[in-house]
């Protein structure tokens, strides 16, 4: 598995924005190549991951639905938050 460091800009950024409320394409890109530029690529990787179990858990017959669909949307904000840098230490770089 790649290091976070090691994976690249392109596939890290190629997510739909068009759901993320405060997406920010400049501040994606100066937070990757700032001080916690391994701490935003980790991120980024953490929300590729929430990705797959939403995926994953869309599948799942064995809960209700409205269970199902809070879940799934808890796991698409945490990954949105991910992606906008809001998990990021405060500051400048």
Known sequence: MPQPDEEPFEELLAFDTRGLEDWDEGRALAALGGRHGALYRNHL???????????????????DARYRAGYTQALQDMAAFLRQTYYLPEGPD
């Open 45 to 63: 990787l953490i929300a590729l991951r929430l990705d797959a179990w939403v995926e994953a858990e869309s599948r799942r017959t064995d809960t």
